[in-house]
């Protein structure tokens, strides 16, 4: 239960931050929240993660759907069992699915939070970027640091 619950608290959070910057922004909008270092920014991304592939949204939203329906079908033999994993799957659904309304329903997705420091700008994200970065990142860490299951033992003779 605990991978659908993230996810849709995830897919809930990302939904109603990029309707209000889309209600609350003209397209390109920014207003300073930390000066010198973070703004939000009402951006549309037609693109992936730092505006590659940009206008092709139909490609990536059915890589979207492909990698939702694989993390699903095959959550048991891509995952280790435990809580951890448990969370990172559902960061990851939820943010794959929150990045796939936006381009199915918008033809792009909403990006607003936009970090700098000087002349060194980080590309706009949203919350489900967030939780996709962060769901890869505990399913990498917890992979590495998790020692593997011990072997049955073998069938005596």
Known sequence: MTP??????????????????????????????????????????????????????????????TMLVALVLFRRKILPPGALHRVALGLLCGGITGNLFDRLRLDYVTDYLDFYIGTWHWPAFNIADSAICIGVGIYLLGTLFTSPSPAPPAPAP
């Open 4 to 65: 659908l619950l993230v996810a849709l608290y995830v897919l809930l959070l990302d939904q109603a931050s990029k309707e209000w910057v889309r209600n609350a922004f003209d397209l390109h909008q920014s207003v300073e929240l930390i000066p010198g270092f973070f703004n939000l920014t009402y951006i549309r991304n037609t693109g992936a993660a730092w505006g590659m592939f940009s206008g092709q949204n139909l490609t990536l939203a059915l890589l979207a759907l």
